[in-house]
């Protein structure tokens, strides 16, 4: 990022949202930041009365006797989709569109916030017929639809924490993540359809049911989308629309305390184990609801939309809770931004008039080559003019991507915020605030009023601005995540370290501070965590399937970036045969990236793979990390190698396969 670029100010008074956007100035945004600071928990009381809807009010607000198992409102109680559903019907919002469906081939369909209660209704009630209970997990695997919202709200109102998994994760991916969760039941698709191409979801469940250890599964419910043909077990297979169909549409929602977990959400960590991120009900959900006000300014007449998977965090805060919790209207798109074309985003806000838009650097970045390479599906031959704010999110944005969002897409007019945030975190943490903060292209400015954040040192200084550090929350807050699911030393260890003394939250990502302005850069993760077209992936993860594959003696992973996708994975490989040489290069690689993909899931097949006859080393058996980055990013190997045991190796890992 050069700096040329970055000290490229743009002035929020351009922007015609000043003074109209929920926090109106940055005099009341320092007000909010300064009622935090004055008094942390009273501050978090109050926006927690005002945004949620209480069965029974709290009256602890932040139990930190056991940190860092911190809990927030404990003795409160509520339901998270009675806030998303039920609340709507008695504030007007009854008949309001809640979701604009959109499909793979273009069909549209709409669903008021009325009919979505009742859907979401039915399905708690049959799953409850089903004998799934409050704190019974469920998981889900379906493809983006109505539906996936449906069966999240569905567990949320029995007090079931839901587990959803990505559809882009393989069938031993989710059989590890229905045992480590301990599920009961699973909601899953026939067939998922994106750009075309179907996948059979429930052949992939059943391959993963019949891996062992899911006697506990006693029921799989399944929403016939295309009509093919899948594999059925009678009494633990069920229709989701016969299930709805023989239940009554209204449905008692189960009241829990504020720390009920609402949901576990796998995601990659730097040792080979996914992990289940658990978060609570009342906290997170009263962050996901204000976060929906502060960042993008929703208002009762925006079409909102985010183009993330209900597989991911984005997707779970910003489809599932943020927008029904405020009533809002979305669209939930099931296909892929270049199907049929590369102008499908353009066309969808056209065609939606969609006035807030949220969608990660990656898709920007590729839309941008398509656009270049063909004027009928760049922007400019759209009418975008209903949009008024733009975000981002998942990975850092390059200044000029953010730069060609902001003048293609937004027309110069909206404000891009390039929000920072974590599964862990539930919810927006540090982000421009629109029409608002004085923005500047690759920072994601300043923290949330509430949100204590800085940077340290490996000792848990601050640093001074300007300085490069390790980002921080030194105070907790109440959409964090609770536990590692059946972990807690992990989470503990992993995100309270020692190192730092114990009491600050380590996000994992490198950053740094103006000195003018104190904003924050995120520069990357500090660990072994890859972020691949915004997507998490550990690299350990990566390593661990390589060497479970029977050619294979020796694997290390790294990334190296990449215009597009942000980061690429690159793998070395060590073979238990011969280093292949010749047209076998280009087999073994292709099976060996057909193994991850069985192993983990299309996702994180590595784009690249390099033989040697050795892995280097160090002398103490160290795998040399640092040079390989090197020599996956094609650099000359200028560094040191003297530690190397075999710097012989590196000559042959340096030819690219
Ligand atoms: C990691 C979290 C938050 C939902 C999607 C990803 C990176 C996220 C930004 C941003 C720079 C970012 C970080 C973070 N990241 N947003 N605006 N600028 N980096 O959630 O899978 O939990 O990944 O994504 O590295 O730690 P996730």
Same mark, same amino acid.
């Given at each position: ?24 100035? &940055?005099?009341?945004? #320092? ?197 093919? #043909? ?117 066309? &969808? ?9 949220? !969608? ?68 927006? &943490? ?106 998490? &992936? ?25 215009? !597009? ?27 060996? #990236? ?64």
């Amino acid at each position: 990022m050069s700096t040329i670029e970055t000290s490229h100010h743009v002035p929020a008074q351009d922007i015609p949202l000043t003074g109209r956007a929920v926090i109106k100035s &940055m005099e009341a945004y #320092r007000a909010l930041v300064e009622e935090a600071a004055q008094d942390h928990e009273a501050f978090w009381a109050r926006l927690a009365r005002e945004h949620l809807s209480w069965r029974r009010p709290f009256t602890q607000i932040l139990d930190d006797q056991n940190a860092p198992f911190y809990k927030w409102f404990e003795d409160g109680e509520l339901n998270a989709s009675y806030n998303c559903l039920d609340r709507n019907l008695t504030s007007g919002n009854a008949n309001k569109t809640a979701i604009i469906f959109e499909s793979d081939d273009g069909r549209v369909s709409s669903v008021t916030y009325q009919a979505l209660y009742h859907r979401v209704c039915r399905l708690a009630n049959a799953l409850r017929a089903r004998g799934v209970k409050k704190g019974d997990r469920v998981v889900i695997y379906l493809p983006m639809s109505v539906e996936g919202v449906v069966a999240m709200q569905a567990c949320a109102r029995i007090g079931a924490p839901h587990c959803v998994v990505f559809g882009g994760f393989s069938a031993k991916s989710l059989h590890e993540r229905i045992t480590n969760v301990g599920a009961v039941a699973i909601i899953t698709a026939d067939e998922q359809v994106r750009g075309g191409k179907t996948l059979p979801l429930k052949s992939i469940v059943d391959e993963a049911l019949a891996m062992g250890g899911t006697d506990a599964v006693k029921t799989v419910v399944i929403y016939r989308r295309t009509g093919g #043909r899948i594999p059925w077990i009678g009494g633990r297979d069920a229709w989701l629309h016969e299930l709805e169909h023989a239940q009554p549409d209204t449905c008692e929602p189960e009241w829990v305390s504020a720390e009920h977990p609402l949901f576990v959400l796998y995601t990659s960590g730097s040792t080979g184990a996914p992990k289940g991120v658990q978060h609570s009900t009342g906290g997170y959900l009263l962050w996901a609801a204000v976060t929906m006000k502060w960042t993008f300014d929703i208002k009762p007449d925006d079409v909102f939309w985010c183009t993330a998977d209900i597989g991911w965090i984005t997707g779970h805060t910003y489809i599932c809770y943020g927008p029904t919790a405020v009533g809002a209207t979305q669209v939930i798109f099931e296909g892929v931004p270049t199907y049929p074309n590369a102008g499908r985003f353009w066309d &969808m806000i056209q065609r939606h008039k969609v006035t807030i838009f949220y !969608t990660a650097p990656t898709a920007i970045r590729s839309l941008i080559k398509s656009a270049d390479a063909d004027r009928a599906v760049h922007p400019g031959s759209y009418d975008l003019s209903t949009l008024r704010i733009l975000g981002t999110v998942g990975e850092p944005i390059n200044p000029s991507a953010w730069t060609w969002y902001a003048e293609h897409v937004g027309g110069g007019k909206c404000p891009v915020l390039d929000t920072f945030w974590q599964t862990e975190t539930g919810g927006h &943490m540090i982000t421009p605030l629109p029409g608002v903060t004085p923005l500047v292209p690759g920072s994601c400015t300043l923290p949330l009023p509430g949100i204590d954040a800085a940077i340290v040192d490996e000792t848990g200084q601050e640093v001074p601005n300007g300085h490069g550090g390790v980002l921080v929350i030194r105070k907790p807050w109440p959409s964090m995540i609770r536990t590692v699911w059946g972990n807690p030393e992990r989470f503990r260890k992993g995100y309270y370290p020692d190192e730092l003394g114990g009491n600050l939250y380590l996000a994992g990502d490198g950053a740094i501070r103006d000195p003018d302005t104190g904003y924050f850069t995120i520069t990357g993760r500090v660990d072994d965590v890859l972020n691949v077209s915004g997507h998490r &992936m550990g690299t350990m993860e990566i390593e661990s399937a390589l060497a479970a594959c029977p050619l294979v003696a020796e694997a290390a992973v790294v990334g190296r970036p990449d215009e !597009t996708f942000g980061e690429a994975i690159v793998a070395f490989v060590v073979l238990k045969g011969e280093r292949p040489s010749g047209a076998d290069v280009k087999r073994v690689a292709d099976e060996l #990236r057909a193994w991850v993909g069985k192993e983990i899931g299309p996702i994180a097949k590595p784009k690249e793979i390099r033989f040697g006859d050795a892995m280097p080393k160090t002398r103490s058996g160290k795998v040399v990390r640092r040079l390989l980055r090197s020599v996956a990013k094609g650099e000359p190997i200028s560094q040191d190698t003297s530690t190397v045991e075999n710097p012989a190796v590196i000559a042959q890992f340096a030819d690219p396969a």
